[in-house]
T-cell receptor, first 114, second 112 residues
Framework: DAGITQSPRHKVTETGTPVTLRCHQTENHRYMYWYRQDPGHGLRLIHYSYGVKDTDKGEVSDGYSVSRSKTEDFLLTLESATSSQTSVYFC?????????????FGPGTRLLVL | KQEVTQIPAALSVPEGENLVLNCSFTDSAIYNLQWFRQDPGKGLTSLLLIQSSQREQTSGRLNASLDKSSGRSTLYIAASQPGDSATYLCAVPSYGNNRLAFGKGNQVVVIP
């Protein structure tokens, strides 16, 4: 298995609070991704990174920010959590762009916003 | 925008039957297509990656075909087993190949 960990694995928080999810990899891969998965919507890209301090928005980036100060860590921050952000969040990594190589996924973080 | 559709959304088959899962995509200008497996409560695991120059890719009981011109891929699982019960997702690169567009998945139950 690719060396990807996500923390926390489960979190319950209240509306309006900031939340930070962490993705850590030991593979030294250049590309890192944050997805959310919801019933009826499937897997949707939030943000991705193509190098340290290089990030770009995905299709559902509103209300989320990311940071990547080291190759191994990619942080996802919900600036002010809302109930609509209750979801399962997955981090993924790849050594090359998606057009050239597969992505490897972490175990996911279940977030409940009350 | 690349749209990926998977049919059927869910299916149940008796053990031993062959499984046929379908994936279609709207933009045929793809570099590859990937099939993933997801078990309940888990992340995705890559099964097969088919390059655009290939027509099929095989791994054990799994065989995936790709028809770029018609925008379709099919995943065949031979002689299904209860352990094959999972959700299968297909994905294609989009937006300049830095991202993947996923289908919503085929949820499979293999009945012993």
């Amino acid at each position: 298995d690719a060396g990807i960990t996500q923390s926390p694995r489960h979190k319950v928080t209240e509306t309006g609070t900031p939340v930070t999810l962490r993705c850590h990899q030991t593979e030294n891969h250049r590309y890192m991704y944050w997805y959310r998965q919801d019933p009826g919507h499937g897997l949707r890209l939030i943000h991705y990174s193509y190098g340290v301090k290089d990030t770009d928005k995905g299709e559902v980036s509103d209300g989320y920010s990311v940071s990547r100060s080291k190759t191994e860590d990619f942080l996802l921050t919900l600036e002010s959590a809302t109930s609509s952000q209750t979801s399962v969040y997955f981090c993924a990594i790849s050594a090359k762009p998606s057009g050239q190589e597969t992505q490897y996924f972490g175990p996911g973080t279940r977030l409940l916003v009350l | 925008k690349q749209e990926v559709t998977q049919i059927p959304a869910a299916l149940s088959v008796p053990e031993g039957e062959n499984l046929v899962l379908n994936c279609s995509f709207t933009d045929s200008a793809i570099y590859n297509l990937q099939w993933f497996r997801q078990d309940p409560g888990k992340g995705l695991t890559s099964l097969l990656l088919i390059q655009s120059s290939q027509r099929e890719q095989t791994s054990g009981r799994l065989n995936a075909s790709l028809d770029k011109s018609s925008g379709r891929s099919t995943l065949y699982i031979a002689a299904s087993q209860p352990g094959d019960s999972a959700t299968y997702l297909c994905a294609v690169p989009s937006y300049g190949n830095n991202r993947l567009a996923f289908g919503k998945g085929n949820q499979v139950v293999v009945i012993p």
